[in-house]
């Protein structure tokens, strides 16, 4: 029994039980958008021509429709209201994205762009202490999106996973809702098509392909630093968005207050929402990395492989992925089984253990080494001049070398907050552009701390 047929079945019974002048009201132009059959339940999709009728059915009449339904085509049909044209389905705009729990396979209903990688979602993204803030966030705007947390931003070093999460929450909508209106986009992307947009007089075009969704996902928005006209046109479309409810993502590889050249009012547009911080992995988490890796690609490495391999990456999972396909690709070539100095030699060329030995210890001991203080001095509370500028300049080292989130920097320094962090990184960054003695001073913890051989 096909859709259509269920529905004319249920409007049947429907017009016994309500007066004429209702029934033609609210039920006379519904239609069935999609009717697809599931081994548990069946999902009947009926559409109205816009969001008050809808809202009235489904306010007022959906018990009965319901009781009416379990009774003439039984208990495993559910019926969903969305709002649709009839005539073409495709040019409504400003409709909602409804949510059904039921994944639809990306149904030719969903716009979305292309850019998005139906390879990165919640399941495959690996969970730890620098990243759960951020993947909490990014889960609850998948299941309510434009409802919390609007703007959301994520922010952190190179290759942490910030896209990953953006499509991720594309990923799970794109699965969940039926008629919504996806545009994931670089912060490149959208410069270019708002110059061009100048150049060839279509501004309106252009607005309505970035205003005209039901969520819009911006990557690497650094890139909008000194470019006024499209920080404009940003906040603008932000705005718009967000106050009609519908959801807004951003990534960037800084705070929104690390952010140079870039306007106060929009800077504050993100402050407003929520602002999470991805950190560079633990090694526990990089070796967590690493075997979901090689889980997705069936294959087994020895548990000292994937250690080393752990201990040696110093980035993010961009780069722990990277270095994975190297040691398979060696696996490939070499005829026997491989060895860690195999690996070492090849892989990484013998250069890992020569090169830079940065490590949250090595800088703590030249911090303490070059101003002669206890890491106790460090994480104590005292407000001394020579103390306070130690911690600035090991919180410094710690966020620009390493890349650590402001909660682990915090936690490393005596259990300060986050904006405590933040206004001692940035207070640092400001002596060091103004001074060039407190940077070359900067520049000598630096150098201890890559030798090794501050005391500890």
């Not at 889980?295 to 490495?301: A, D, S, T, V, Y």
């Not at 391999?309 to 993010?316: D, K, L, R, Y």
């Not at 990484?348 to 080494?369: E, H, M, Q, R, Y």
């Amino acid at each position: 029994m096909d859709g259509q047929k269920v529905w004319n079945n249920i409007l049947s019974s429907l017009k016994t039980q309500v007066s004429s002048s209702t029934f033609k009201t609210w039920f006379s132009g519904s239609f069935v958008l999609d009717f697809q059959k599931k081994p548990d339940k069946n999902l009947l999709i009926v559409a109205f021509k816009n969001n008050f009728l809808r809202e009235q059915v489904e306010t007022r009449y959906l018990p009965l429709i319901s009781q009416i339904t379990q009774k003439t085509e039984g208990a495993n049909i559910e019926v969903i209201f969305v709002v649709s044209s009839k005539q073409d389905d495709l040019k409504v705009t400003k409709k909602e994205p409804i949510f059904t729990g039921i994944p639809l396979q990306h149904s030719f209903k969903t716009h979305a762009v292309q850019m998005i990688d139906p390879n990165h979602t919640f399941e495959n993204f690996v969970i730890g202490p620098s990243n759960n803030l951020a993947f909490l966030a990014a889960k609850q705007v998948a299941t309510n999106p434009g409802g919390s947390y609007n703007p959301l931003l994520f922010y952190g070093s190179t290759g942490v996973g910030k896209t990953h999460l953006l499509q991720a929450i594309s990923n799970e909508i794109l699965n969940k809702t039926i008629e919504s209106k996806i545009l994931y986009a670089t912060c490149e992307k959208f410069t270019n098509d708002y110059i061009e947009s100048l150049g060839n007089r279509t501004c309106a075009s252009f607005r309505s392909k970035y205003r005209q969704v039901d969520l819009l996902l911006l990557d690497d928005i650094q890139f909008l630093s000194g470019k006024e006209s499209t920080q404009d046109e940003f906040f603008h479309t932000l705005d718009e968005l967000s106050l009609s409810g519908r959801q807004v993502i951003c990534a960037s590889d800084r705070h929104p207050k690390e952010l140079t050249r870039i306007k106060e009012r929009l800077t504050s547009r993100f402050m407003g929402g929520l602002v999470a911080d991805i950190g560079l992995p633990d090694l526990e988490m990089k070796m967590a990395i690493l075997k979901a890796k090689c889980q997705e690609k069936n294959i087994e490495l020895d548990d000292d492989v994937v250690a080393y391999v752990a201990q040696s990456s110093t980035g993010g999972a961009r780069e722990i992925e990277g270095c994975l396909v190297s040691v398979l690709t060696l696996m490939k070539l070499s005829p026997g089984k491989l060895t860690i100095e195999d690996i070492k030699k090849a892989v990484f060329k013998g250069n890992l253990d020569s090169t830079s030995k940065l490590t949250p210890g090595s800088i703590v001991s030249a911090v303490c080494k070059h101003f002669k203080i206890s890491s106790q001095d460090l994480r104590s509370p005292s407000r001394r001049a020579s103390l306070v500028f130690a911690r600035q300049v090991l919180m410094y080292l710690l966020r620009k070398q390493l890349g650590f989130s402001f909660g682990q920097i915090g936690e490393m320094v005596g259990g300060r907050d986050h904006s405590t962090v933040i206004h001692n990184v940035e207070k640092i960054e400001k002596t060091i552009s103004q001074n060039q003695v407190k940077k070359d001073e900067v520049l000598r913890v630096q150098l201890i701390a890559e030798k090794g051989d501050g005391s500890k």
